[in-house]
């Protein structure tokens, strides 16, 4: 308990900072895995075609939101460290750059110039400054330096204007051009030159000015130039209204290292300024000052230089890269800015701070620091048994936290805390606690809803909900009890209770938030979407603008009575006309919002909690979409025919050059990887082509016909605007030559020529034809006969194959008649030959060819056939065929068949006698030899080999003895080939022939 009240004590009697805690930010990083030359970004600017230019230690990089471009040494540059970049009003880029020669540096049309230094600088070159401004071929370059004052470079000459030329100091921190005024910032003072004359005097000078300005930036206005100004504990402004300083007593990071400071308007009154040692961003209206560091998500904890882009994205240029914060509508802050965890549960105010609840226990902010107290272990040690579901302040000033399992607690002022639990009741899940308008604390676990007063805990004899879960209590602005519940809404009215639901959909009666509007009636958050509580149901509430379907899980109303609503995909904003969505994309800090973490803070500003931390809704940086600029879409090069054309003139492509590739750029820093372009040609397509993903590449159109032609390209933003149409070049391709008037005019004199030669041969012609049209007759003639031949003997074939059919069907049936099994035993074998002549003319009408066989597909089916017949599964004698791709005729075919027949049925009915399991391999193959001079057959070589029990004793005795062998024999003597046996480890048959 001493432990509690002294953190929490802590906790509440924070000192003021001058410095508020840090926040985090929706930051991009980029460093050289990205294609930054070097990390060490020293300076940072964008070009009119919206180009991210970066001054490196390796080089310069640019970058177009698509691809990086590098400048380095010594390719494109005499020097590799650049340690400042600026792009002029003319567009052109100039650097200062070291590392081993000290040089200026112009890129203009494409090209890099090298300046070299002033012969008169004795010592090296450490620039703080560089602007440029003036004509394109008559600018004036200005360096500000440490040792040096101001340098200038006109029309091929360096000047110097030092202490010695009425400078405060050669230490130059800053320059601004603004109008016909130059402004110089030094340690000892501010200078202005207007038309080459010094003028201390502007602004006037003071004690503020004679401790020196260390940093300058001019931001433009529509009152006029207003300057921001840093000195080492101050920062101020001077305007049309005079001089300010805004803030005092700060501690600056200056140092030997850094003597200058980086300024930046952000457009909202405020200003980013610092330097490598730290960062920070003043905001108006309170003297407010946040750092911006690591805590923040950058990638170190200073900066180098700021940018504020078109798109009003903020780059800050650091030693270990550059970081782009592409929005800071919401402040963030999870668990690396001070909280107790990153999930936020539940919120509130109390005792002049704000109270954040967790998994594990509470953070309290004063708007400086964090203090953080974590809860005692639950019963059941898991980490959500003890969540603060729900906090509340009582009409004593005491905080309330509805945690879970662990109980209900209860915070004194003074730090004193108790826990209710089984003891008093809560025996169970507390998930909601809530102060009615009076001051008195009702608290909620499961279906059971308690009151609280002082110590005593008080449950209602009568619950309203029966057995439905209770999740949060609600006070409506008349003081009436709503209850949020897993069956519906429940409201207290003059204490009487009713139930709104919908008996039909137990999602839309599945209830998380509630809160009255205008009218006095309950908009409710329900696991289907927005619901309105009405005629004692819970109906779709959908008014013009607004129409949300997934799930609800807070509803809160900001100080402009403008209604949020916590979703699973970040929260809507609905202003009674029009909806805004935020997400992460968006820079909301999570993506689940949480039921009880919504609140408005005594600055009007609006907190929300969800899974990944809390976020604090900044309205100044919300910028409205109208104001942020479409992306810039640029055509860069024309290519057809194999040809580069640019894009600046009307293109005239003659007949036959008209593949045409167009290369184009869409820049937009906001969100690079979610630009999207459309595209139309005019003269060509009807509509846009819409809605392609990608930044860069090309649109290629192919055989466009001759004509006039124009190609308009837009792009849109990750926020969805779309750009103006940009027109490439007017494109002309020229008709062929054979359509235009010379060519016309000639092709008339040749046909008059021609019909006079027509004449001539058209009887010779008629002749050609009649004769042409007899043999055509002739031959289709004969070509019928032929095709009719064909059919026939393909019926032929088929018939063949049907009646060999039925005598096997014969011998099937005489077989199975038979009892001897010695005589079934022959009926199978002639089965089989009859069965192998039988695929041969089968094989024949179904083959496009009718003279010949395929021997691979009928060895195949012969033997799976024969497996067939002699019932041998294939897992105990696999048959492997390997046959060459020949085609025989069908007398050789027939032949091989019947010896493959009396081999294959020889080693299936006694090479595996008692189940034995083994191979039968059989090779058909085309011998080397080629043929016979003046003879066109082939030799070929059949072989059938197993590794079964072979051939029987005494074999060689009674050699041909049986009758399947004297038909092998006999079969190849008909072919005129040579039969050689082999009986070692099986029985192994090579046939020799041609054919």
């Known amino acids: 308990m001493k432990t509690i009240r002294s953190a929490l004590g802590t906790a509440l009697l924070l000192a003021a900072a001058a410095v508020a805690a840090a926040q985090s930010l929706q930051v991009r990083t980029y460093t050289e895995a990205d294609g930054l030359c070097s990390s060490v970004v020293q300076d940072i600017a964008q070009d009119a075609q919206g180009q991210i230019w970066l001054a490196t230690r390796g080089g310069i990089s640019v970058f177009d939101g698509s691809t990086w471009t590098s400048y380095v040494r010594p390719r494109d540059l005499p020097s590799a460290n650049v340690l400042k970049l600026i792009v002029d009003e003319n567009g052109t880029v100039w650097a200062w750059a070291e590392n081993t020669e000290e040089r200026l540096l112009k890129f203009a049309a494409g090209q890099w110039t090298s300046i070299p230094r002033p012969a008169f600088a004795a010592r090296p070159i450490r620039p703080t400054a560089l602007e440029a401004f003036g004509p394109p071929g008559g600018e004036t370059v200005l360096l500000g330096t440490r040792e040096h004052g101001l340098l200038a470079w006109k029309a091929g ?39 080459g004359i010094p003028r201390p005097d502007v602004p006037p000078s003071g004690e503020a000015w004679t401790r020196g300005v260390f940093g300058i930036a001019a931001e433009t206005t529509a009152q006029g130039t207003r300057l921001w100004l840093a000195g080492r504990d101050w920062l101020g402004a001077y305007s049309w209204a005079g001089f300010k300083v805004l803030l005092r007593n700060l501690v600056l990071p200056i140092d030997a290292s850094y003597p200058n400071i980086a300024l930046a308007p952000d457009g909202r009154g405020g200003v980013y300024f610092g330097n490598p040692n730290a960062a920070f961003h003043y905001l108006p209206g309170g003297g407010n000052v946040e750092k911006i560091s690591k805590d923040s998500g950058l990638i170190a904890e200073g900066v180098s230089d700021f940018l504020l882009d078109r798109e009003k994205n903020l780059w800050i240029a650091g030693l270990r890269g550059v970081n782009k914060i592409t929005s800071r509508r919401f402040a963030n802050f999870r668990k690396a800015q001070g909280l107790l965890e990153d999930e936020v549960t539940a919120l509130a105010r109390w005792n002049g701070t704000l109270v954040f609840g967790h998994n594990r226990g509470l953070t309290f902010f004063d708007g400086m620091r964090f203090r953080t107290l974590r809860f005692p272990d639950p019963r059941r040690n898991l980490d959500v048994d003890a969540r603060a579901m729900d906090l509340a302040v009582d009409g004593g000033g005491n905080l309330w936290a509805a945690a879970a399992w662990r109980g209900l607690l209860r915070i004194a002022p003074d730090g004193g805390t108790r826990w209710f639990g089984p003891e008093a009741g809560f025996d169970g899940f507390v998930a909601s606690v809530a102060t009615a308008p009076d001051g008195t604390v009702w608290a909620a676990y499961k279906s059971t809803l308690f009151h609280l007063s002082g110590d005593r805990v008080e449950r209602l004899p009568t619950q309203p909900t029966g057995r439905e879960y209770i999740r949060k209590i609600f006070f409506g602005r008349g003081g009436e009890m709503a209850l949020a519940s897993t069956g519906g809404l429940w409201v207290r009215e003059k204490s009487v209770w009713t139930n709104y639901n919908d008996p039909g959909s137990r999602e839309v009666s599945n209830v998380f938030a509630a809160l009255q509007n205008d009218s006095g009636r309950f908009l409710v958050g329900t696991m289907a979407g927005l619901m309105e509580a009405k005629d004692g149901r819970l109906k779709p509430f959908a008014p013009a603008g607004l129409k949300i379907d997934r799930p609800i899980f807070l509803i809160v109303r900001d100080a402009k009575g403008r209604f949020w609503f916590g979703t699973d995909n970040g929260v809507i904003r609905w202003d009674g006309r029009t909806a805004r969505e935020y997400t992460v994309k968006t820079g909301f800090a999570g993506q689940e919002v949480n039921r009880s973490a919504g609140l408005i803070d005594t600055a009007g500003r609006l907190w929300i909690g969800t899974n990944l931390g809390a976020s604090r809704y900044q309205e100044e940086f919300d910028y409205n979409p109208e104001e942020i600029p479409s992306p810039l879409v640029q055509f860069q090069s024309i290519e057809a025919g194999g040809v580069r054309y640019h894009v600046d003139r009307a293109l005239l492509l003659p007949f036959g050059r008209n593949n045409i590739e ?9 969100d690079e990887t979610a630009v999207r372009h459309r595209f139309r040609m005019d003269g060509f397509d009807r509509d846009w082509i819409e809605d392609r993903p990608g930044a860069a590449g090309q649109i290629r159109y192919t055989n466009l016909r001759p004509g006039n032609y124009r190609l308009r390209l837009q792009a849109k933003s990750g926020s969805g605007h779309w750009s103006e149409s940009v027109l490439s070049p007017a494109i002309t391709i020229r008709p062929p030559f054979w359509k235009q008037w010379w060519f016309v005019g000639a092709a008339g004199v040749f046909l008059l020529l021609l019909v006079f030669a027509v004449f001539e041969i058209v009887a010779e012609k008629r002749h050609a034809g009649r004769l042409k049209k007899e043999v055509g007759e002739r031959t289709a003639q004969i070509q019928a006969s032929l095709q009719e031949k064909d059919i026939l003997l393909r019926e032929i074939h088929h018939r063949v ?6 005598v096997s069907s014969l011998l099937s049936l005489q077989a199975d008649k038979t009892k001897d099994v010695s005589a079934r035993s022959l009926f199978r074998e002639s089965m089989a030959r009859v069965r192998a002549m039988a695929l041969i003319h089968e094989n024949l009408y179904r083959s496009p060819h009718l003279s010949h066989i395929d021997v691979a597909e009928y060895f195949h089916r012969l033997c799976k056939d024969l497996q067939n017949t002699y019932a041998v599964q294939p897992d105990r004698v696999a048959i492997d065929v390997r ?42 193959s085309a011998e080397d030899g080629g043929t016979e001079s003046g003879s066109p057959s082939r030799p070929y070589r059949l072989v059938v080999a197993d590794d079964g029990v072979g051939m029987p004793p005494g074999f060689e005795a009674q050699r041909f003895g049986s009758l399947g062998l004297r038909l092998i024999h006999s079969l190849t003597g008909q072919l005129d ?9 099986g029985a192994k048959f090579t046939i020799r022939f041609r054919a």
């Not at 167009?662 to 906001?670: D, K, P």
């Not at 194959?801 to 039925?806: A, D, E, R, T, V």
Request: proline share 4%; glycine share 10%.
């Open 977 to 985: 080939g040579t039969l050689a046996i082999e009986n070692d480890g």
């Open 801 to 806: 194959k049907n009646n060999l059919q039925i």
């Open 662 to 670: 167009f290369e184009f750029r869409a820049v937009s820093m906001a």
């Open 157 to 195: 000459k360096w000047s110097a204007l030092d202490s010695k030329s009425g400078l405060p100091s050669d230490l130059v921190s800053g320059i601004v051009v603004a109008g016909p005024r130059l402004y110089i910032a030094t340690p000892k003072g501010l200078t202005v030159l207007e038309s």
């Open 883 to 924: 046959a060459a791709d020949a085609r025989l005729s069908m007398e050789t075919a027939v032949t091989c068949g019947l010896i493959l027949n009396e081999i294959v049925s020889n080693a299936l009915k006694h090479g595996f006698p008692e189940g034995r399991r083994g191979a039968i391999h059989i090779e058909f």
